[in-house]
């Protein structure tokens, strides 16, 4: 063989030193390339050991390629193939063999460059195994019968399942917890709140064999159940109101998807169909829900240096394909971004066929609910009109005000951030430009939006062309063409690059009769910076000569104080009456406009066609490689769509994909969930995590039957919670038994039940509720524990002082990304910045001085101790009765009373409170 190799090495140099073709000499695999490798490369990549999980002594294993997820080699292409630029130095700094070993003589580079140039045919032919897998998540869903227990314990089948592995340990179950117990761990864990002292005794008197089942079906029943579940989705799905990154703006709007989620568990919403909205919801009429997939954190600042943009949007998509891997289906698909999975059977290449799906997503505030009818317009026409006329009416009422109701010169309130209008003789104008020479905070003006209005009232600037003195660089919502959308707010406005100053200009198709202009910084009122005070709007036919139309100059000078309806207290009763009349009905016509123009407004996925996907060599993306379609792993087989698949299509497919029947991952991970929520720690205990580095599940048969419950009964969450909290696993004590705690530490085989701290929201609802402060009032906007500064960069600032519009439940804090809460930040609270699929449960000096010394714990003491004593006197045995009925829903012993009576004496009913609120069996489930 030596010398044959010889000759054919000499024979394809001379085909080189004469510059022909080396596909001239065939190269066959076997004979020639194969002592190549074995000469340089078995020692790695052999069949004794495989770094980067590459192979090369088997056709197999070349095909197969390695964890990088590059393909060895591009048929006909040696320059382009891995292969070659690896053992040819092209790269430096990814050279094989590696520093150190004989590199590759240049015959042999010649033959690896002409075996690939020729097809790189291997024995057997280049056929690529198919991916397959062992792993357990990975195997079809089987239902297996309960064991059979003889009746020893417990009437459900996951009491069945239980014992059977109990027995296996070594352990038996521990006997019912007392009723009392029972239904303050049912309330805690579905509601996040205590019950109150009524709902335990109605509990502790009902004889019926069904009480438990009936007080289930009621808890589950209870708006309050999705509340408490739909934070810990919120969790999962990396959930928070605002960007995040170093500005940090609000999203104002994205509390819809909050209220969503809420409804949905309320309403048991199958989850398979859960599964389909939050992917594809904007098909199926359920637009709201695709706030899931643009739910994390979002850089809305963009640089000129496009290797920075690309790397950024590449960072959305990830971030949309990891929390739909680890949220529906317990796979860490981000990590084969860079390379092909490490423990999980997920090539790179599956990674972008995910990507692809998503590609046309984009984040941003919709108007969803709300189709635009020409009915609708006629009306926004009409009520416009009407507030003209009643701006008139004002004007009038001002200049009598004035004192000379024959003065034409009344200056008129100062400008506003939401909402300013120019009134003018009309004038027959092909341009208009807004000039501006100062704003009030001296840095880039900003303008959400020009209208222009003809004589009959018609918004005749949409479909004007708009020019600029210069615009503001780097920020997509900011851009010229949003001076005349027919979008208001923020995220759709027009910035000058000028500080202080600049212009905007609108030009008409035609020449047009103008007589009225609106305008405004942000018109809902979310950002105060950046508001023209200095400025005039003239007119133009030709563009050069022109003709003022208004200003500020006719204007109160901006000051920020000036109350513009100070002219009221200068009126006689009856024009004052008429003149707060019509500012009334002004008002409420404003409201009609914006509720008629902007439908629904919500924070969620946008879309638009995406172009063609490509997988980046290391997660590059200035290093494209070959284009991809959208798709799922492969071993799990493939949806068939081409690269130009329809962007809504990509994901009601994906969508159905990942909620069919067929999928073994789907429904395993949902009920781990709920498990893991009813009991504190999941079969799987990482599940988010179903892979090769999750860990094995500790019952596999239960989660298997359960599994398929779920599906053949509608994919309903509130069944499987019933089978879970009507179990006698469920209903056991949570005394600690030494013998079984030497077995099983952490009760993972449920020998007892588990006790936990309650999570921070938990702990806070529980606080106003046992005060007899909490809100219960539900959805909308949420409510503020931070104070905000709003710059282009937004500030947060703890509040010193909460009241009654800061006591609802925690669920509705308006969640902002980074920034923490004072009091119960310190419980664990997620950041908003990652997905939580469990949270932690640490124990800190802070969480202690909080719960004692804050000021709202105070303010609660307080209030707390007025309830005790209007609902039990100032007799202290009756105030402590009542406080441990509160707290704990039992009576307090003796020995607690007698303690608790001498506290109050020696201190205040206040104090005692507060000591009450640090309890552990009042931060904790039993």
């Given at each position: 063989m030596g010398i044959d190799w010889i000759n054919r090495t000499g024979a394809l140099l001379f085909s080189m030193w004469l510059y022909s073709p080396a596909a001239a000499i065939a190269v066959d695999f076997s004979g020639d390339i194969k002592p190549v490798f074995a000469r340089h490369c078995y020692k790695c990549h052999g069949a004794d050991k495989q770094k980067s999980a590459l192979r090369l002594d088997s056709s197999a294993g070349i095909g197969k390629g390695g964890d990088s997820g590059e393909p060895l080699f591009i048929a006909g292409n040696a320059r382009e193939s891995h292969l070659y630029r690896l053992v040819s130095g092209v790269d430096p700094g990814e050279t094989m063999p590696p520093k150190g070993r004989d590199p590759l003589s240049a015959a042999e580079l010649e033959l690896i460059r002409a075996w690939i140039n020729?097809?790189?045919?291997?024995?057997?032919?280049?056929?690529?195994?198919?991916?397959?897998?062992?792993?357990?998540?990975?195997?079809?869903?089987?239902?297996?019968?309960?064991?059979?227990?003889?009746?020893?314990?417990?009437?459900?089948?996951?009491?069945?399942?239980?014992?059977?592995?109990?027995?296996?340990?070594?352990?038996?179950?521990?006997?019912?917890?007392?009723?009392?117990?029972?239904?303050?761990?049912?309330?805690?864990?579905?509601?996040?709140?205590?019950?109150?002292?009524?709902?335990?005794?109605?509990?502790?008197?009902?004889?019926?064999?069904?009480?438990?089942?009936?007080?289930?079906?009621?808890?589950?029943?209870?708006?309050?159940?999705?509340?408490?579940?739909?934070?810990?989705?919120?969790?999962?799905?990396?959930?928070?109101?605002?960007?995040?990154?170093?500005?940090?703006?609000?999203?104002?709007?994205?509390?819809?998807?909050?209220?969503?989620?809420?409804?949905?568990?309320?309403?048991?919403?199958?989850?398979?169909?859960?599964?389909?909205?939050?992917?594809?919801?904007?098909?199926?009429?359920?637009?709201?829900?695709?706030?899931?997939?643009?739910?994390?954190?979002?850089?809305?600042?963009?640089?000129?240096?496009?290797?920075?943009?690309?790397?950024?949007?590449?960072?959305?998509?990830?971030?949309?394909?990891?929390?739909?891997?680890?949220?529906?289906?317990?796979?860490?698909?981000?990590?084969?971004?860079?390379?092909?999975?490490?423990?999980?059977p997920v090539t790179q290449k599956d990674y972008y066929s995910l990507q692809a799906v998503f590609a046309g997503v984009t984040h941003g505030d919709r108007v969803i609910g709300k189709v635009p009818t020409e009915?609708?317009?006629?009306?926004?026409?009409?009520?416009?009109?009407?507030?003209?006329?009643?701006?008139?009416?004002?004007?009038?009422?001002?200049?009598?005000?004035?004192?000379?109701?024959?003065?034409?010169?009344?200056?008129?309130?100062?400008?506003?951030?939401?909402?300013?209008?120019?009134?003018?003789?009309?004038?027959?104008?092909?341009?208009?430009?807004?000039?501006?020479?100062q704003s009030n905070n001296g840095s880039q003006p900003c303008i959400d939006e020009l209208m222009v209005f003809n004589t009959e009232g018609k918004n005749v600037a949409l479909g004007a062309t708009p020019t600029s003195s210069g615009n503001f660089p780097g920020h997509p919502i900011h851009k010229l063409e949003h001076i005349n959308d027919g979008k208001g707010g923020n995220s759709r406005s027009w910035i000058s690059n000028k500080r202080g100053g600049g212009w905007v200009q609108l030009e008409f198709r035609k020449p047009k009769k103008i007589?009225?202009?609106?305008?405004?910084?942000?018109?809902?009122?979310?950002?105060t910076d950046r508001l023209a005070i200095d400025y005039v709007i003239e007119g133009s036919m030709d563009g050069s000569g022109w003709q003022v139309l208004s200003?500020?100059?006719?204007?109160?000078?901006?000051?920020?104080?000036?109350?513009?309806?100070?002219?009221?207290?200068?009126?006689?009763?009856?024009?004052?009456?008429?003149?707060?009349?019509?500012?009334?009905?002004?008002?409420?016509?404003?409201?009609?406009?914006?509720?008629?123009?902007?439908?629904?407004?919500?924070?969620?996925?946008?879309?638009?066609?995406?172009?063609k996907t490509h997988r980046l060599y290391r997660g590059d993306p200035m290093a494209r490689r070959e284009v991809v379609a959208p798709g799922t792993p492969e071993v799990f087989g493939s949806l068939a769509m081409p690269h130009d698949e329809a962007e809504q299509q990509r994901r009601v497919k994906l969508a159905g994909w990942i909620a069919s029947r067929d999928n073994p991952l789907t429904a395993r991970v949902m009920v781990n969930r709920l498990w893991q929520f009813t009991f504190g720690t999941g079969i799987v205990d990482t599940p988010s995590d179903f892979g090769g580095n999750g860990t094995l599940p500790t019952h596999p048969a239960l989660l298997d039957w359960m599994a398929s419950e779920f599906m053949e009964n509608g994919w309903s969450m509130k069944h499987m919670l019933r089978q879970m909290l009507t179990s006698e696993t469920f209903r056991q004590s949570s005394q600690l038994r030494a013998a079984a705690l030497r077995i099983d530490t952490d009760s993972r085989y449920l020998?007892?039940?588990?006790?936990?701290?309650?999570?921070?929201?938990?702990?806070?609802?529980?606080?106003?509720?046992?005060?007899?402060?909490?809100?219960?009032?539900?959805?909308?906007?949420?409510?503020?524990?931070?104070?905000?500064?709003?710059?282009?960069?937004?500030?947060?600032?703890a509040k010193e002082e909460t009241g009654p519009a800061e006591w609802r439940r925690m669920i509705y804090l308006f969640k902002v990304r980074v920034e923490q809460d004072a009091i119960f930040g310190a419980f664990d609270c997620p950041d908003g910045n990652q997905v939580i699929p469990s949270r932690s449960s640490s124990t800190t000096p802070m969480q202690a001085l909080n719960l004692f010394n804050s000021r709202f714990i105070l303010q609660q003491a307080g209030k707390l101790a007025a309830r005790l004593e209007r609902e039990s006197g100032?007799?202290?045995?009756?105030?402590?009765?009542?406080?441990?009925?509160?707290f704990y829903n039992r009576p307090a012993g003796p020995a607690e009373a007698r303690d608790a009576v001498n506290f109050i004496a020696a201190h205040s009913l206040s104090d005692f409170c507060r000591a009450m609120f640090n309890t552990n069996e009042f931060l904790f489930t039993f």
């Open positions: 020729e097809g790189a045919q291997l024995p057997g032919g280049n056929v690529r195994e198919a991916l397959t897998t062992d792993h357990w998540s990975f195997q079809e869903v089987k239902k297996a019968p309960p064991p059979v227990n003889g009746g020893k314990w417990g009437r459900a089948a996951i009491d069945a399942f239980m014992l059977a592995a109990l027995a296996e340990k070594g352990l038996s179950p521990s006997a019912p917890a007392p009723r009392r117990a029972l239904i303050r761990r049912l309330y805690l864990i579905m509601h996040g709140l205590p019950p109150t002292p009524g709902q335990v005794d109605a509990f502790v008197k009902d004889s019926a064999s069904d009480a438990w089942e009936k007080l289930v079906e009621r808890v589950l029943a209870s708006p309050r159940f999705g509340e408490r579940w739909a934070r810990h989705w919120l969790d999962i799905v990396r959930f928070a109101e605002s960007n995040g990154f170093e500005t940090n703006r609000e999203r104002p709007n994205a509390y819809h998807y909050r209220d969503y989620i809420i409804n949905s568990f309320n309403n048991d919403k199958p989850y398979d169909r859960f599964i389909k909205e939050q992917v594809a919801g904007d098909a199926m009429g359920v637009d709201i829900a695709t706030g899931f997939l643009v739910a994390g954190a979002f850089d809305i600042v963009k640089g000129q240096d496009i290797n920075l943009t690309l790397m950024q949007r590449q960072d959305e998509l990830a971030d949309m394909v990891n929390t739909t891997g680890t949220t529906f289906l317990g796979l860490t698909l981000g990590c084969a971004r860079c390379h092909n999975h490490k423990f999980d009915e609708a317009g006629e009306r926004v026409t009409t009520l416009r009109n009407a507030i003209v006329s009643g701006e008139a009416a004002l004007q009038g009422l001002r200049k009598i005000a004035s004192g000379n109701a024959d003065n034409p010169v009344v200056l008129r309130p100062p400008v506003n951030v939401k909402s300013n209008i120019e009134e003018f003789d009309p004038v027959v104008a092909k341009f208009v430009r807004f000039t501006i020479h007589a009225r202009i609106e305008w405004a910084r942000d018109r809902e009122g979310k950002f200003g500020s100059a006719s204007r109160q000078p901006f000051g920020g104080k000036v109350d513009p309806n100070a002219f009221l207290a200068r009126l006689q009763p009856a024009d004052a009456a008429r003149a707060r009349g019509v500012i009334r009905d002004i008002a409420g016509k404003k409201e009609q406009i914006s509720r008629l123009n902007k439908g629904h407004t919500a924070w969620v996925a946008n879309f638009r066609q995406p172009g020998w007892r039940f588990p006790p936990r701290r309650l999570e921070a929201e938990a702990i806070r609802d529980s606080i106003l509720a046992v005060s007899g402060t909490l809100d219960l009032r539900a959805g909308g906007p949420g409510f503020y524990l931070l104070d905000v500064e709003r710059e282009n960069v937004v500030h947060y600032h100032r007799n202290p045995a009756a105030q402590v009765n009542r406080a441990f009925d509160l």
